[in-house]
């Protein structure tokens, strides 16, 4: 299947091969991963013991008021004012539940987008401590124009700065390459599990270790609940050389990561790696996609990523994507879970897929915002 994949991107008309090539698309490579996914040798599905998580996974934060949270505070405001943070934000999405437009600006709150409300906690976070934590956002294809237009001026590449992920071509159900009605090959971003490997070739990563930057915090760009907070930024600190993700409470209505035990250590599993559906349930906690990771490991990481083919409907047509996750992540290092508020001003989980959900959750992200200071 790679040889004839391969003649069949090899064999694409020049313009379409240079466009690809400009956006970092390596046939060959391209043509192993397919192979490697589509392998029936290659289950999707985990082997080995899995099971929900132990206590000792879960962590929780301190009361507020209590001299732990108070400690926790203290370290998060010192990491704060020495620029050691940045906050890197999955802004590569299309919404296509809202139209077809691009996630970032859209209008979140009333006259603001996503984007903005982005930059604003930004300013919110450099009038308390006097330092702009990095805003790093990763773009895709379909969405770095348009956030760069958005930003104009904004974007100097530090303080504010965009990363491209890369890009791949949807193929048919027997792995050939598809083309679309006016017969062009189809690209598509293959998934936030592109992060990792983008942003260290961004260069910002090595740039901000040098000027003594620590920690990363990775979120979803439509979830304002998690923001640069002084007590998950000092919790994060006082762990030392882990990779924190953020959980909530578990609801029958959750789909996607589900935070596990693989082989006796905590994992990201999403349901369809899971060889029985109940597994899913009997874990307490749902992954929120938010990360905090040491930049230094980040910038260590050499993963060998698995890539999951899976359906798309495109233009009437069934399709296969390849995709790597994020939240991959807790397979390649030390992992603990943060269980944070899921409801409430303090809510770090405020996610919105469609135009019905951000209107039903708008009060929500607008208190979220108040309580923090980014709205008045």
């Known amino acids: 299947m790679e040889s004839s994949l391969l003649a069949q991107l090899e064999a694409l008309e020049a313009h ?62 010192q990491a704060l004012r020495g620029g050691h943070c940045a906050l890197v934000v999955l802004a590569g999405g299309m919404a296509t539940r809202m139209g077809g437009v691009v996630k970032a600006l859209v209008e979140a709150v009333p006259g603001q987008s996503f984007l903005e409300l982005r930059l604003a906690e930004q300013r919110t976070l450099e009038r308390r401590f006097g330092v702009a934590p990095p805003l790093w956002l990763m773009t895709s294809d379909a969405t770095d124009g348009p956030i760069r237009q958005a930003l104009g001026d904004r974007l100097d590449g530090e303080r504010v700065a965009v990363f491209r992920q890369s890009v791949a071509l949807r193929l048919t159900a027997q792995g050939d390459l598809w083309r679309d009605a006016s017969g062009a090959p189809s690209p598509y971003a293959p998934g936030h599990g592109d992060l990792p490997e983008a942003l260290q070739q961004s260069g910002l990563l090595q740039r901000f270790l040098a000027r003594g930057g620590r920690w990363l915090t990775l979120t979803n760009l439509d979830n304002l609940g998690a923001w640069l907070d002084p007590t ?25 990561g589900v935070p596990m035990r693989w082989e006796g250590r905590p994992v990201v599993l999403e349901e369809f790696r899971l060889s029985e559906p109940s597994l899913a349930a009997a874990s307490p906690v749902f992954n929120t996609n938010s990360f905090h990771v040491s930049a230094r490991q980040l910038a260590a990481l050499r993963a060998q990523w698995t890539y999951f083919a899976v359906d798309k409907q495109v233009d009437d047509a069934q399709v296969l994507q390849l995709e790597r996750l994020l939240g991959e992540l807790t397979s390649f290092l030390p992992t603990r879970f943060l269980t944070v508020p899921r409801t409430g001003p303090s809510s770090r989980f405020l996610p919105v897929k469609d135009a019905a959900e951000l209107e039903a959750r708008r009060a929500e992200i607008e208190a979220a915002l108040r309580a923090r200071g980014v709205l008045p």
Do not use: K, M, Y
């Not at 400009?22 to 040798?41: I, V």
């Not at 998950?232 to 996607?256: F, K, N, P």
């Open 16 to 77: 379409h091969r240079s466009s690809l090539e400009a956006l970092g698309f390596d046939a060959p490579s391209f043509a192993r991963l397919a192979e490697q996914a589509l392998a029936r040798h290659q289950p999707r599905q985990v082997l080995g013991r899995v099971e929900p998580p132990a206590a000792e996974d879960l962590a929780s934060l301190p009361a507020a008021g209590s001299a732990a949270h108070g400690r926790l505070v203290e370290l998060g405001e």
């Open 232 to 256: 998950v930024v000092g919790w994060q600190a006082a762990q030392g050389e882990i990779l924190s993700c953020e959980v909530v409470e578990r609801r029958a209505t959750d789909r996607g």
